[in-house]
């Protein structure tokens, strides 16, 4: 079955005072060619450097894609997550994502997965009113997707979702805009440790990622093929809905 990788954004560049970027970028570059990603996946773009298009690398984290990953659990969330002061996230979904009508009913069906969960959050597609945080939702291109992580209490602003998803069923869709959400109010990928589990290839850990990758309390252990909507690649039989472990997960957290 073909699998796609679902590339998150990392967050901003971390370049200190008085460190030449160049040199910060070759050492990133070997260390990810040593990972194991093809030297042809990895870009430098404004002096920053990503692999697969939309992932951008850190230093640390590159360096921790070198050592040995320390978990084979399950769900992991990161150091931020969405405030108390946050009760209802608006998605509002730009006038192009309309125009897909796959992204478009994927859109309310992942919506509907948390709302089905009973959460102390409730999300809503936008326009409307009464929301105390906005997620858009805009396109890129190929059939995957991107997003970052919470800050200061609140859901990253943005995911972006392929458009190359509107080949793909309904149910695809809605896998790969919950993943994306899921990103935005704090999961990492389940198989961080090892993107090989569900992405194929050599074993590359994405390591802490400058955001943590905290293991959440009655998960399984061991990633598997299918055992989440939060692996890090997806495959084009995906049914769009949670497994248990992302309950247990999302219950515990929210």
């Known amino acids: 079955m073909r699998k796609l990788s679902m590339a998150l954004l990392a967050g901003v560049a971390l370049v200190g005072c008085g460190v030449d970027p160049q040199s910060e970028n070759q050492e990133i570059i070997s260390n990810l060619v040593k990972a194991g990603f093809p030297a042809d996946d990895i870009m430098v773009v404004d002096d920053a450097v990503y692999v697969g298009r939309d992932a951008h690398v850190t230093l640390e984290a590159s360096r921790e894609m070198l050592q040995p990953g320390e978990g084979s659990t399950e769900q992991y969330r990161t150091n931020n997550l ?10 509002n979904p730009t006038a192009t994502f309309n ?6 009913a994927g ?10 969960r009973g959460l102390r959050i409730t999300m809503a597609r ?5 929301c105390t945080a906005n997620i858009t939702a805009t396109t890129m291109s190929g059939a995957g997707g991107s997003a970052g992580f919470p800050s200061g209490g609140y859901p990253y602003g943005t995911i972006n979702i392929g458009t190359g998803l509107q080949s793909y069923s309904v149910d695809v869709n809605e896998h790969v ?5 899921g990103h935005a109010i704090g999961f990492r990928h389940s198989d961080y440790y090892n993107r090989s589990i569900s992405c194929g290839g050599s074993a590359t850990n994405e390591g802490d990622a400058g955001v943590g990758a905290i293991l ?7 990633a598997v093929v299918g055992g989440s909507i939060m692996n890090s690649c997806f495959r084009s039989t995906e049914s769009g809905e949670w497994t248990s472990s992302d309950i247990t997960a999302l219950d515990y957290l929210y």
Not at 107 to 116: K, Q, V
Not at 177 to 181: G, K, P, S
């Open 99 to 104: 125009s897909y009508s796959n992204l478009s």
């Open 82 to 91: 969405v405030g108390t002061g946050v009760t209802k996230i608006c998605i």
């Open 177 to 181: 805009i919950t993943h994306e959400l």
């Open 216 to 222: 959440i309390p009655g998960t399984p252990s061991s």
């Open 107 to 116: 859109l309310d069906m992942a919506i509907a997965n948390y709302n089905g």
């Open 126 to 130: 936008g326009p409307t009113t009464g």
